[in-house]
């Protein structure tokens, strides 16, 4: 295991909001996820907005609308699967290892307006196809799950999942690691991966700026899993990944009064953010868009962040002690995320998770090293694979 950093989860898994969660499974799509922006945040910049020729993100642009029109339904129905395997397999591996967990079942995928509410037959409905277990909820039925929602609260109609889960995904992956470890695996970490070349014979051979790796490492095989890079290292291999990268930030804040906090999820689906209980502290978590990396947050996006959790819970934690963290998540334009073979024999990908990259996690490393053995994954691959790419 390569890594440039000199830990494990510094990236984007560092703040993610740490739905294990099937049921809040879809894929990011941007006519979906790019309306709210639109109307919520109109004061910040974005790539997205900004007129001119830019030949690549209009085709990128197309592909993700197309996608949303055509594939989301059939999508959906198998980010849902891969995560609800990802979920289970998750939660074998923290039972298996004995690992520190956070988690604490149960998610609300709420609606603040009537008008929103309106949707929910149309997302049950496809619930029901995921064969996830669900319950549409009025305001009253939210309130007597969760007494903790503020009187003022907006609070139009909910879907819940019970067997949804929030957790800490660091704590997750830093206990993974040892785990791996103790079975063999040797960590690199400070070491920077350049190039990847296939050689005759099946080998790849890696070029690798490393305090302690030699420069020219051959392997039998490799796996890309290295976000945004991974496209920057096959680009010379003339496979061309069309991954941009879509900022997120996150708050986590102190709980002030136990009594008056969530203890269970929230996605609010008005301004596609969400909420999640990570024992003495509440972690808020929002999409900013397709700003540049570089930029800083803008204070409005900020502020919006913690309004939103404390119109639904204002009591409950001491937000004038947010700390912020931003990072940016990978994704195609079809929102799915890709894993399996490259045309390059042993090189492998596993990318584009987008915001579902912690529920899918275990379980596209599962079909991918099912895949690299030569085993029959136990789950359907079929839409995930870097081939299906080529034929979108
Ligand atoms: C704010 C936020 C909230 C989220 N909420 C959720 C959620 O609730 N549920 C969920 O399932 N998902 C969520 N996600 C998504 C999830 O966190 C990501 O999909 C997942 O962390 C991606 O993991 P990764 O290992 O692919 O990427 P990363 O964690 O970014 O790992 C890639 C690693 O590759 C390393 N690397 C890159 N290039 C090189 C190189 N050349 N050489 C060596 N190393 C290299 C990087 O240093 C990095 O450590 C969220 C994401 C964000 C940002």
């Known amino acids: 295991m390569i890594e440039r950093r000199a830990h494990v989860a510094e990236e984007a898994t560092f703040g993610n909001s740490g739905l294990l969660a099937p049921g809040m499974a879809m894929p990011l799509t941007l006519p979906g996820a790019f309306a709210t922006f639109a109307c919520r945040f109109k004061e910040e910049p974005r790539e997205l907005l900004a007129s001119g020729a830019d030949f690549v993100r209009n085709r990128w642009m197309r592909q993700t609308r197309q996608a949303q029109q055509q594939h989301f339904a059939a ?60 319950k549409a909820l009025d305001a009253e039925a939210i309130r007597e799950l969760e007494p903790a929602f503020s009187s003022e609260a907006e609070l139009a109609g909910a879907l819940y999942y019970p067997d949804d889960i929030a957790g800490n995904c660091v704590l997750f992956a830093k206990q993974m690691r040892n785990a791996a470890q103790e079975l063999g695996v040797s960590f690199h970490f400070g070491s920077t991966v350049k190039s990847v070349q296939p050689e005759f014979g099946g080998r790849v051979a ?65 301004y596609k953010v969400a909420m999640t209980r990570l024992g003495g502290r509440i972690r808020i978590t929002g999409l900013l868009g397709f700003v540049p990396p570089s930029q800083t947050i803008p204070p409005k996006a900020l502020r919006n962040l913690l309004k939103i959790a404390g119109d639904y819970y204002p009591n409950a934690a001491n937000y004038n002690q947010a700390h912020f963290w931003s990072n940016t998540i990978s994704m195609l334009p079809s929102g799915m995320p890709l894993f399996g073979p490259t045309r390059h024999g042993n090189v492998f990908v596993n990318v584009g998770h987008g915001v579902t990259g912690w529920a899918a996690a275990v ?22 694979l870097p081939r299906d790419l080529a034929a979108a």
């Open 75 to 134: 999508n959906k129905l198998r980010l849902s699967r891969l995560s609800a395997y990802g979920q289970e397999l998750t939660l074998q591996l923290q039972a298996h290892y004995n690992m520190e967990h956070e988690n604490g079942n149960g998610l609300f995928h709420l609606f603040r307006q009537p008008s929103e509410a309106a949707r929910i037959p149309q997302i049950q409905e496809a619930a029901q196809q995921c064969e996830l277990k669900h």
């Open 206 to 270: 890696l070029e690798i700026e490393s305090p302690h790796l030699s420069q020219r490492l051959t392997t039998d095989g490799v796996v890309l899993a290295a976000g945004m890079q991974t496209a920057d290292l096959l680009r010379p291999l003339d496979t061309p990944l069309p991954l941009r990268a879509m900022q997120s930030y996150s708050a986590l804040v102190p709980v002030k009064n136990p009594d008056d906090a969530p203890s269970m999820a929230l996605f609010d689906d008005s």
């Open 363 to 384: 379980g596209s490393a599962r079909v991918l090293a099912d895949m690299i053995a030569g085993e029959e994954p136990e789950m359907e691959a079929d839409g995930f």
